[in-house]
């Protein structure tokens, strides 16, 4: 009987310099270290990852993005800044990617044990794309989004559409008519949906140090549930970026 091989998974995070709001954003120190470093030591704990890729753009602004995920012992792909798309496909096909998780660089507040909750939900089978994000029921910057690196590779094929170009996974939100989609349910309070742990702006980069300033010397690996707890009891922090509108897609 021949074995069945199991899909590899690699997680790509799409990072870059460049920020039309905050410059730099994804290596600024948090607790010491490189923002992207940090969100790299949170997302290699999760168990269902075979690799980790950051996808960077190729021009020299961003060589010092290559060096942090060097330096934190992942792998870089290079190509281009404006064309993300293109750039996650040819990342999924040099690290020989079956099944892509998604992620973003300024989003250093992942929680592991998400991350693999919805790549498990994926291998499930019977969607072309799963997430937690339509609709949201997790922080705004702990989106995970998981699909076939083949299903990706014909999207780049086919669109020309700048805003698919710009947002990797958008055409699969867009046309449920062509993709089977499913959302992962989660047990966080409803409201944990509502909160911000993303990065696009000072005030969110403060938010994020604060969080690490009260969490992390004590647990090193601490959770969403510890997050969210922490802006429950201390809601002063959650007000520091809670007037941060998140740029639209379109």
Same mark, same amino acid.
């Given at each position: 009987?021949?074995? &069945?091989?199991?899909?590899?998974? @690699? ?15 994804? @290596?600024?120190?948090?607790?010491? %270290? ?14 269902? *990852? ?9 021009? #020299? ?6 060096? @942090? ?9 290079? =190509?281009?800044? !404006? ?6 496909? =040819? ?11 998604? *992620?973003? =660089? ?5 929680? #592991? ?10 291998? *499930? =089978? ?12 997790? #922080? ?11 299903? &990706?590779?014909? +999207? ?26 499913? !959302? ?10 509502? &909160? ?20 992390? #010397? ?8 510890? @997050? +969210? ?10 007000? +520091? !970026?809670?007037?941060? %509108? %998140?740029?639209?897609?379109?």
């Amino acid at each position: 009987m021949t074995e &069945l091989k199991r899909p590899r998974v @690699v997680c790509i995070i799409e990072a870059r310099y460049r920020s039309s709001r905050l410059p730099g954003k994804v @290596v600024k120190p948090v607790m010491g %270290q490189p923002m992207l470093s940090r969100m790299i030591e949170r997302v290699s704990r999760a168990r269902t *990852l075979d690799a980790i890729v950051v996808a960077c753009p190729d021009g #020299p602004e961003d060589d010092v993005v290559e060096e @942090v995920a060097f330096e934190t012992g992942v792998f870089c792909f290079r =190509g281009s800044e !404006n064309d993300v798309l293109a750039r996650v496909v =040819g990342a999924a096909s040099a690290n020989r990617a079956d099944v892509i998780v998604e *992620l973003t =660089g300024d989003c250093p507040l992942h929680d #592991p044990s998400l991350i693999d909750k919805v790549v498990s939900d994926y291998m *499930l =089978g019977g969607a072309d794309f799963v997430s937690n994000i339509l609709p949201y029921t997790t #922080p705004r910057g702990t989106d995970v989004r998981v699909f076939a690196a083949s299903a &990706l590779a014909e +999207i780049a094929e086919r669109s020309s559409d700048p805003a698919d170009r710009e947002h990797v996974s958008l055409h699969f939100w867009e046309h449920p008519e062509r993709y089977t989609r499913r !959302n992962v349910t989660t047990e966080f309070p409803e409201h944990a949906s509502d &909160l911000r742990l993303t990065v696009d702006t000072a005030e969110d980069f403060r938010l994020v140090n604060e969080i690490y300033d009260a969490l992390y #010397p004590g647990k090193p690996a601490f959770t969403l549930w510890d @997050v +969210i707890s922490l802006l429950d009891v201390r809601p002063e922090l959650r007000a +520091i !970026n809670e007037h941060v %509108q %998140q740029k639209a897609v379109r």
